[in-house]
C-alpha cells in the first residue's frame, strides 16, 4: 500500500530529475505502481533501481515508457 501511494503522489509531478530507488525490495507487483511516475516524469535523469527485485518484463515495460518520454 505505501508504494502505490508514494507513486500516487509522484505520479502528477513532472520535476523529478533523480530517483534512488534502490535496495528497495519492491518487487514486480508493487514497481507497476512507480510506473506511473516514469510515464508523467518525463526530466529524469539519474534512476537506481539497484537490488529491487524487479521481474524482466517489468524493466522492458520501463525501457517503452523511457524511450517513448
Request: proline share 0%; with cysteine.
Amino acid at each position: 500500500m505505501g508504494v502505490e501511494h508514494f507513486a500516487i503522489a509522484l505520479q502528477d509531478t513532472y520535476r523529478i530529475v533523480e530517483l534512488d530507488l534502490s535496495l528497495n525490495d519492491i518487487g514486480s507487483r508493487n514497481f507497476e505502481y512507480l510506473q506511473r511516475i516514469f510515464k508523467s516524469n518525463i526530466n529524469i535523469e539519474l534512476l537506481n533501481l539497484d537490488n529491487c527485485r524487479i521481474e524482466e518484463e517489468q524493466i522492458k515495460n520501463l525501457c517503452e515508457i523511457l524511450t517513448t518520454n
